[in-house]
């Protein structure tokens, strides 16, 4: 979801003419919602992408066993917003590297960009107005450079860390509750 700001029931028309239910697009929502998490974890850190090889030997692994809970285990309509919020609270109030009060700042500001784009970054350090601009939205755009100044600016490297999984985690989870959203309202 490039564009969280304008998304509704209109983009998920397709899967519904297509003969998706609401516990398909659910799920569909969920693993998208995951992925913007994790490549903004994997972007900002530059972690190696596999090749196409071994994407195709994973995808295989797990669509042949299956991922994700038992159908029993996860039930009713926004039936993933309990995880999210219980990743949500471990990211904010985990004591770490970083104060909690810097992790739900970083946090309720990705969500306030996702929900209007172009939000103000003041209340946070000057010092992570790129990080968190780029992770926000283009996350593919954070450099080794970017990294290298907040260290060279006394960043540590668990603080860093530590912000950007909050990113990560409040993108993918403000994506996940945007489309939740757009669900209910297309019913």
């Not at 972007?43 to 992408?49: E, R, T, V």
């Not at 010092?127 to 290298?148: C, F, M, P, V, W």
Request: glycine share 8%; net charge negative; hydrophobic share 45%.
């Amino acid at each position: 979801m490039r564009r969280p700001e304008s998304f509704g029931p209109a983009q998920l028309e397709p899967m519904r003419a297509a003969g998706h239910d609401r516990v398909a697009i659910e799920d569909a929502v969920a693993v998208g919602a995951m992925f913007a998490c994790i490549l903004r974890v994997a972007d900002s850190l530059g972690f190696a992408y596999p090749n196409s090889i071994t994407q195709e030997m994973a995808a295989r692994y797990l669509l042949g066993k299956g991922y994700g809970p038992s159908p029993g285990e996860l039930v009713g309509a926004r039936r993933y917003a309990k995880l999210w919020g219980d990743l949500q609270q471990a990211v904010e109030n985990t004591p770490g590297h970083t104060e909690p009060e810097l992790r739900k700042q970083v946090y309720a500001w990705i969500e306030r960009d996702a929900r209007k784009a172009d939000a103000e970054l003041s209340e946070l350090p000057n010092d992570l107005h790129t990080l968190i601009r780029k992770g926000s939205r283009n996350a593919y755009q954070i450099s080794d450079e970017d990294i290298a100044a907040l260290l060279a600016k006394g960043w540590r490297d668990g603080a860093v860390f530590e912000v950007v999984v909050a990113m990560a985690t409040s993108a993918g989870a403000t994506r996940h509750a945007i489309a939740m959203d757009a669900i209910d309202l297309s019913e």
